[in-house]
């Protein structure tokens, strides 16, 4: 339908500041921090229903699965498109301009960030009718959040006049940059000035002729990285050269402060952008001392915590305006009012390349996933599982051996020229060099336990030959 809302969901961030929870391999829009399902599917939820379109959801490589996965446990058709590297928002936007474009040249795209949390749907819905109204008479819209205390962390835009014919929808007098603490409290004070959400809607054709007139080399860049794409099973896989020469740069920068089609439409929509652990505080269900619990947690004479444990029992006395999070590899203990620095944590240990800012000990794949139980020199024990229907590649290693255990579920394994299938309490091995596959052809999970013998145990020390999800000649 010409003209129709079609969101585009921004899903490249890494949510360093939620880290141990939040990894590169597995960010916090892939979590489910805020509800039962996760940041991004919460997202896409919010634009699901008759008034939109199909979702575009940009991301990158190592996520791709994940989010197939995360849409189709929705029921939730849409295009994803894999950004050959990061490039901030403004070339994510115009491709996905470019890609409506072709389909709906009368279009408008809602860009949303897929780690945000909203809390009134209601009240989005209705701001995001008023800025259609805007969009479709031209304007280049964004969402300002009003302002409940001096926050010195967001970006301010004050609101110009009225734009005329559009109730709840202002020209935009100003972008400003995170502001000093009496600064922020004046412009609370003041009224004329609200939160730079990063959520747009945009008619494709204005969007799209602003970004030629401001960064007309980008939006060139954009449209060789667009006619170059081919699909590759579930997604669109842009043209990688013209795409890795664009210089980086947000939609705020390269259009929005520059343009004067700006407008903005002030909401109260219950938004938080879960930039730390203090805002899941803020947000959190709190007891009646002011705590947020969640997981496995016992705590005595504790005040306005956040206590959270993926796994193990975190036991806390006295502790007050705390951060403690547990996984199975890491716990973090931080103050509530230095819950930014987690992200000096995390490029601390990068330098020390170690593997904790990217990997959790369980690792997804799209047949699955695996998780590390036990390591030492020279072997490795995994847990795996394997979804009812899904098959790991054809593939060999040239450093380690491989003995298989089967706990639960049925397993087909392909072990040179043999093929043969296995029960619980059943188990095989795998010599080093020897070309093998596993697969579940049964109703339920497939659960077994992996142990690695050899030299070299990286996963990097994979040789593919076939396979299924398009990753033959890789070790990812």
């Given at each position: 339908?010409?003209?129709?809302?079609?969101?585009?969901?921004?899903?490249?961030?890494?949510?360093?500041?939620?880290?141990?929870?939040?990894?590169?391999?597995?960010?916090?829009?892939?979590?489910?921090?805020?509800?039962?399902?996760?940041?991004?599917?919460?997202?896409?939820?919010?634009?699901?229903?008759?008034?939109?379109?199909?979702?575009?959801?940009?991301?990158?490589?190592?996520?791709?699965?994940?989010?197939?996965?995360?849409?189709?446990?929705?029921?939730?058709?849409?295009?994803?498109?894999?950004?050959?590297?990061?490039?901030?928002?403004?070339?994510?936007?115009?491709?996905?301009?470019?890609?409506?474009?072709?389909?709906?040249?009368?279009?408008?795209?809602?860009?949303?960030?897929?780690?945000?949390?909203?809390?009134?749907?209601?009240?989005?819905?209705?701001?995001?009718?008023?800025?259609?109204?805007?969009?479709?008479?031209?304007?280049?819209?964004?969402?300002?959040?009003?302002?409940?205390?001096?926050?010195?962390?967001?970006?301010?835009?004050?609101?110009?006049?009225?734009?005329?014919?559009?109730?709840?929808?202002?020209?935009?007098?100003?972008?400003?940059?995170?502001?000093?603490?009496?600064?922020?409290?004046?412009?609370?004070?003041?009224?004329?000035?609200?939160?730079?959400?990063?959520?747009?809607?945009?008619?494709?054709?204005?969007?799209?002729?602003?970004?030629?007139?401001?960064?007309?080399?980008?939006?060139?860049?954009?449209?060789?990285?667009?006619?170059?794409?081919?699909?590759?099973?579930?997604?669109?896989r842009l043209a990688e050269a013209p795409f890795l020469a664009i210089k980086g740069n947000s939609v705020d920068y390269a259009v929005m402060e520059r343009t004067e089609k700006a407008a903005v439409v002030p909401a109260d929509m219950g938004w938080?952008?879960?930039?730390?652990?203090?805002?899941?505080?803020?947000?959190?269900?709190?007891?009646?001392?002011?705590?947020?619990?969640?997981?496995?947690?016992?705590?005595?004479?504790?005040?306005?915590?956040?206590?959270?444990?993926?796994?193990?029992?975190?036991?806390?006395?006295?502790?007050?305006?705390?951060?403690?999070?547990?996984?199975?590899?890491?716990?973090?203990?931080?103050?509530?009012?230095?819950?930014?620095?987690?992200?000096?944590?995390?490029?601390?240990?990068?330098?020390?390349?170690?593997?904790?800012?990217?990997?959790?000990?369980?690792?997804?794949?799209?047949?699955?996933?695996?998780?590390?139980?036990?390591?030492?020199?020279?072997?490795?024990?995994?847990?795996?599982?394997?979804?009812?229907?899904?098959?790991?590649?054809?593939?060999?290693?040239?450093?380690?051996?491989?003995?298989?255990?089967?706990?639960?579920?049925?397993?087909?394994?392909?072990?040179?020229?043999?093929?043969?299938?296995?029960?619980?309490?059943?188990?095989?091995?795998?010599?080093?060099?020897?070309?093998?596959?596993?697969?579940?052809?049964?109703?339920?999970?497939?659960?077994?336990?992996?142990?690695?013998?050899?030299?070299?145990?990286?996963?990097?020390?994979?040789?593919?030959?076939?396979?299924?999800?398009?990753?033959?000649?890789?070790?990812?």
């Open positions: 339908m010409g003209g129709s809302i079609h969101p585009v969901i921004l899903s490249g961030g890494a949510g360093t500041r939620l880290w141990p929870l939040s990894r590169a391999m597995y960010p916090k829009q892939l979590l489910a921090l805020a509800s039962d399902r996760s940041m991004l599917q919460d997202t896409v939820g919010r634009v699901t229903g008759l008034e939109f379109a199909a979702p575009t959801v940009i991301c990158n490589e190592d996520h791709r699965f994940i989010i197939a996965e995360q849409l189709r446990d929705m029921s939730v058709e849409g295009r994803i498109v894999l950004e050959p590297a990061g490039r901030n928002t403004a070339p994510a936007v115009a491709v996905a301009a470019l890609l409506v474009a072709e389909g709906d040249p009368d279009g408008l795209i809602l860009v949303l960030p897929s780690d945000h949390v909203i809390a009134d749907t209601p009240a989005f819905h209705a701001a995001v009718a008023t800025a259609a109204k805007a969009a479709r008479g031209g304007s280049l819209v964004t969402f300002g959040i009003t302002p409940t205390r001096p926050e010195t962390g967001y970006g301010y835009i004050k609101r110009g006049g009225a734009l005329a014919g559009v109730d709840g929808c202002y020209h935009v007098d100003s972008f400003v940059e995170k502001p000093d603490r009496d600064t922020a409290q004046a412009y609370l004070d003041g009224g004329a000035h609200v939160w730079n959400s990063g959520m747009f809607l945009f008619p494709v054709k204005g969007f799209l002729d602003e970004l030629a007139r401001l960064e007309p080399e980008t939006l060139e860049r954009c449209r060789e990285s667009v006619a170059g794409l081919h699909e590759d099973l579930d997604f669109l938080n952008d879960v930039g730390a652990w203090s805002a899941l505080w803020d947000i959190g269900q709190q007891d009646a001392a002011g705590n947020v619990l969640q997981g496995d947690v016992t705590q005595i004479d504790c005040r306005n915590a956040y206590i959270r444990s993926e796994r193990p029992l975190v036991a806390a006395v006295g502790v007050e305006d705390m951060v403690i999070v547990a996984t199975d590899d890491v716990v973090l203990v931080v103050p509530k009012d230095r819950a930014q620095d987690v992200k000096a944590v995390v490029d601390t240990l990068k330098a020390e390349d170690r593997s904790e800012p990217d990997l959790h000990t369980r690792v997804y794949r799209p047949w699955g996933h695996y998780e590390g139980i036990d390591a030492d020199n020279r072997y490795q024990v995994k847990q795996i599982e394997v979804k009812p229907g899904s098959k790991l590649s054809l593939q060999m290693h040239h450093h380690r051996a491989e003995h298989w255990i089967i706990v639960q579920g049925t397993a087909r394994v392909t072990r040179g020229e043999e093929t043969m299938l296995l029960h619980e309490n059943q188990s095989t091995y795998i010599p080093l060099g020897v070309t093998h596959s596993l697969e579940n052809p049964g109703k339920i999970p497939l659960r077994l336990i992996e142990v690695q013998s050899g030299e070299y145990l990286g996963e990097d020390d994979i040789v593919r030959f076939e396979d299924r999800y398009g990753r033959a000649g890789t070790s990812r």
